[in-house]
């Protein structure tokens, strides 16, 4: 096989196949994790039709998956052509060492956010949210009053009131998106989510989170409260590229374009 292949893991088979339409190389799809190995910094990935190895040179990556965080590793050490960065998606990929770094980079990190290891009891007299757990999807979340004792390790923050935003951005495009839902739960899945008119202080804080984990593409949650003022909940290094049209297709056309022009 010749060895400039492009590889991409983690879209499904119509999205894939919208940009394999538009591609200069050939290219190998994964809509899970394939099983890869690097060899003197060559990266190879299991063939989807054997048990043989093929070189790959370019990586993109769209995926979140419960065992990824060595396959991300893998790339990073790799360190060859990879969207969005390899080394930035493993500093993201666990969820508290993301958020500890992120808070560095943001205007809007307050308020402070407290801590507690699994079975470890916390007492509050405010109401607040525990955090637990590595994924980006909105999970793993709870309201609680006077005491949690968590089966894992858990962020906790005084809860937030306001209006949800995501602030997204793909290359040099962005978008701010109202999150919605029927609780105090808001996501983008809502059907009411849509785009709102973006604000420049998120833009500027979402702009240097993402120099700060050299990030191509990148979606910060922010709680906008009734009083005005902003607060940084949560960085997104896979975000969702297929809720609206408009985001699909400058996502896929951005990745086209990437991987055409190197």
Not at 34 to 40: H, R, T
Request: with cysteine; net charge negative; hydrophobic share 40%.
């Amino acid at each position: 096989m010749n060895k400039d292949y492009v590889c991409i893991v983690g879209l499904d088979e119509p999205e894939y196949s919208v940009i394999r339409e538009h591609l200069d190389m050939p290219m190998l799809a994964y809509d899970t994790l394939p099983k890869i190995k690097i060899v003197d910094g060559h990266l190879y990935i299991q063939s989807p039709n054997s048990m043989r190895f093929v070189p790959v040179s370019k990586m993109v990556y769209h995926g979140i998956f419960d065992d990824d965080f060595d396959f991300i590793t893998g790339l990073a050490l790799w360190g060859g052509w990879c969207l969005p960065s390899a080394k930035g998606m493993m500093d993201c990929r666990l969820k508290f060492p993301c958020l500890v770094r992120a808070l560095e980079y943001s205007r809007f990190a307050l308020p402070q956010r407290s801590y507690a290891l699994a079975d470890v009891q916390f007492d509050t007299e405010i109401e607040r949210v525990a955090k637990w757990g590595n994924w980006h999807c909105g999970e793993n979340k709870a309201r609680f009053t006077e005491k949690w004792i968590g089966e894992q390790a858990t962020i906790i923050e005084p809860f937030i009131s306001g209006q949800a935003v995501r602030l997204m951005m793909i290359g040099d495009s962005y978008w701010q998106i109202r999150l919605d839902g029927e609780d105090w739960l808001q996501s983008i899945h809502h059907p009411d989510a849509g785009f709102m008119e973006v604000d420049a202080e998120l833009l500027e804080d979402t702009k240097a989170i993402r120099a700060g984990f050299g990030l191509e593409i990148i979606a910060n949650d922010y709680m906008i409260t009734p009083s005005g003022s902003k607060h940084l909940l949560e960085v997104n290094h896979i975000p969702n590229v297929t809720r609206f049209p408009e985001i699909w297709e400058t996502y896929w056309r951005y990745v086209v374009e990437c991987i055409n022009q190197n």
